[in-house]
């Protein structure tokens, strides 16, 4: 049985046209002609049975046929916001496999002691796009650019909060066992956790987090590189708000 073929398509409902990347996948590696069957994607919740009506060079056009509605997985949102890496490729892995696994937002902070103080995130954004392809996602998760922690503190937050940090002198909470309580994990309202840089925050930034609200956390008793740490809190945010 032929594999179905999955695009992203912002608006999907308001076009006709793939977008030219999906479009060139489509024609050149794909080979889609006219008439064959297609999924759309919107980022939105919503996936399309389409078909290929135009098959040009660089164009291809569609009518969709049906429109289906998609069930989150998960209640509520999950928001990592984490110091980028230096090495870009393991901010990469990250953001692919929280994708994956299902997150709702990024955001990148630029902290005391962050080891990259700039970063783009058009790449990341294309990573995340191959990633909900890749796993049937209906909703594309938000891809923030970085700012620096103060000025994400000073952003409004809902929901619950959290900042994870080594620091044995300031007092933590289990995050599993904080999420997977009853009244966290059966509400609808965000997660946002803040994961710091390989020197982990500064203790001004603990305390500065703390006061606007943010619960101090561990994320267990091994000593995790920065994007291992944001995957393991994507994952237990996941397993606890999961639907089914």
């Known amino acids: 049985m032929k594999e179905s073929r999955y695009f992203y398509v912002p608006n999907a409902a308001e076009q006709t046209e793939l977008p030219l990347d999906e479009a060139m996948h489509a024609l050149r590696v794909l080979r889609l002609k006219s008439g064959d069957e297609m999924f759309l994607m919107d980022g939105e919740g919503n996936f399309y049975q389409a078909e290929v009506t135009i098959a040009a060079t660089k164009r291809c ?143 001004d930034e603990v305390k500065m987090a703390m006061n606007k609200g943010f619960k101090s956390i561990t994320l267990g008793n091994a000593r995790l590189r920065t994007e291992t740490a944001a995957l393991s809190a994507t994952m237990m945010a996941q397993l606890a708000r999961r639907l089914g």
């Open 61 to 203: 056009l569609y009518a969709i046929k049906q429109t289906l509605p998609q069930q989150k997985d998960w209640r509520g949102r999950i928001h990592i916001a984490m110091a980028p890496t230096k090495m870009m490729d393991r901010v990469e892995w990250f953001v692919e496999k929280a994708t994956e696994i299902g997150i709702d937002e990024f955001s990148f902070l630029n902290c005391k002691f962050s080891e990259r103080k700039v970063m783009r995130t058009v790449r990341l954004d294309k990573i995340v796009v191959s990633a909900i392809k890749q796993s049937r996602k209906p909703w594309k998760p938000v891809v923030n650019q970085m700012v620096s922690f103060k000025e994400f503190l000073q952003q409004p937050h809902t929901g619950h909060c959290f900042i994870a940090h080594c620091y044995e002198e300031v007092e933590r909470e289990d995050f599993y066992n904080l999420v997977s309580s009853p009244a966290i994990a059966q509400a609808d309202d965000d997660i946002t956790i803040l994961i710091g840089p390989e020197g982990d925050f500064s203790i």
